[in-house]
């Protein structure tokens, strides 16, 4: 029976390799016309390839997921120097990963559909109170940038990826964090800045001073050094990636070399509130999971090594400049702080997106932003909507612990990390890094929803 199925299947197998093949004997020699008669073959290209890339999407779906989340963390470089390299044309494709992720999002949510639950409805409550207010003050080009993080998480919720497969991700996701943490030692203790300054200065002026050098965030007060972005945007970037690798690290890997490799990231990154969020992130981990004694072994490891290693990175003056309280950019994360909150008390519905934020500034001269996700969010949207996002991660968190698995610890230790990196720099928007924060938080909510489906009351289902 099967020898007969596998005879009937054959001869359909090959007409589609043969059709295959003429598809694509006809597309090159088509290209190859067009170039003779003086025309561009590119767009034609481009179409095909798009066309291929979307039906392997449809075919395998959590696989090009998979292989997109792993690409995100050295996309925007990546980007960078396609934009330097390439035609002009692709400075047009940015937020591309977003569309992407989306596509696939959709593709996964048609298979699998999803069940709403607490966490789901306070974000859907938040988008809505934003989409109220968005025609009075609003950008619509700043609230996609704001709420970019939902596309990560949702999809999470529609992965439908097995226990194997998660633990496969997870796995995957240490190594290939580490090997980008090294990579980035070689700016830092090799070719220095130069590369990237000449990179920025021709297709991310934004990131330098005045056109002429790395913007401080690449440098710190009492530092002569270079912070490491390796493959990301900048330091304030790539310190919360290494948080979270460190933090997937702690729960699913025993092996000390690709954590050590993770953490030697975080300390050359310089950037104190992924320093304090990785700390608050591991010690609950050490709880929750029962392993107090790995926990000492690791701190006093570390703090060994990060005392040897003050000198050799010069951080004496950093170190200083911090515990007098001298630190120029410490000042201003104060002024900063405290300017959000007089803003949100004063406008407690706030003053739109089109006047505070990242993408704002670009458009709107007296627009501005303040060092912290929570004052940013809340003085764009008022205090209605923070306070549902808030209930979102608390809801996360919730449902996250309570499985009491690798991957529910993995999750609401991300959510206690970034929730307290949120509170001192303005990185909710950061699409790269919302991929690898959500995305596990969006998986944890779905087994814990699997998980308590039978002792829960029956909610509605989205059905594509």
């Known amino acids: 029976m099967n020898v007969a199925a596998q005879a009937i299947q054959r ?65 925007p470089l990546t980007f960078l120097i396609a934009k330097f390299f390439a035609p002009s044309a692709i400075g047009h494709l940015e937020g591309i990963d977003r569309v992407v992720l989306l596509l696939l999002t959709c593709i996964l949510w048609w298979r699998n559909g999803v069940k709403l639950i607490a966490p789901d409805w306070f974000l859907i409550a938040a988008v809505g109170i934003t989409i109220l207010r968005l025609p009075l003050d609003g950008s619509m080009l700043q609230t996609a940038s704001d709420f970019g993080f939902i596309i990560a998480y949702a999809a999470g919720r529609v992965a439908g990826m097995t226990s194997d497969r998660e633990s496969i991700w997870a796995k995957r996701a240490v190594w290939i964090f580490a ?20 990179l920025y200065l021709s297709v991310a002026e934004s990131s330098t001073v005045n056109g002429v050098a790395l913007g401080p965030p ?44 993770i953490a030697t990231g975080l300390v050359c990154s310089i950037t104190r509130s992924a320093w304090v969020g990785a700390a608050l992130a591991i010690f609950f ?54 300017e959000g909150l007089t803003v949100v008390a004063s406008h407690p519905l706030g003053l739109g997106s089109a006047n505070i934020g990242r993408q704002a500034e670009k458009s709107n001269e007296s627009a501005t932003y303040f060092e912290s996700a929570y004052l940013t969010l ?11 996002l808030l209930g979102f991660l608390l809801a996360a968190f919730r449902v996250s612990l309570r499985q009491r698995t690798q991957l529910g610890y993995t999750a609401a230790a991300v959510v206690i990390g970034f929730g307290a990196v949120l509170m001192f720099a303005s990185l909710h928007d950061v699409f790269p890094l919302a991929c690898w924060l959500w995305f596990p938080v969006g998986l944890a909510v779905t087994s814990s929803s699997k998980q308590s489906r039978g002792r829960m009351v029956p909610g509605p289902t989205l059905e594509p």
């Open 11 to 75: 001869p359909g197998k090959t007409l589609a390799v043969g059709l295959g093949l003429c598809a694509t004997a006809f597309v090159l020699l088509l290209s190859a016309l067009l170039y003779e008669l003086g025309m561009s073959p590119a767009p034609i290209l481009l179409a095909v390839a798009g066309a291929a890339l979307l039906a392997v999407a449809f075919r395998y779906p959590l696989a090009c997921t998979g292989a997109f989340l792993a690409f995100m963390p050295v996309y």
């Open 218 to 261: 690449f440098h710190a007060g009492g530092f002569a050094g270079l912070r490491e972005s390796s493959t990301m945007l900048g330091p304030l970037h790539f310190g919360p990636m290494c948080m979270v690798a460190l933090i997937i690290w702690w729960a699913y890997s025993r092996r000390p070399i690709p954590g050590i490799m």
């Open 179 to 198: 090997a980008v943490s090294v990579l980035g030692l070689t700016e830092v203790f090799g070719f220095g800045e130069a590369p990237r300054t000449l």
């Open 378 to 388: 809340a003085g764009e949207y008022g205090i209605p909507t923070i306070l549902c």
């Open 285 to 338: 981990l050490a709880i929750v999971m029962g392993q107090r004694k790995r926990l000492f072994t690791y701190v006093s490891l570390a703090l060994a090594l990060f005392v040897a290693a003050v000198p050799f990175l010069g951080l004496s003056d950093y170190l200083a400049a911090n515990k007098s309280g001298s630190d120029v950019s410490l000042g201003q994360h104060q002024d900063s702080l405290l």
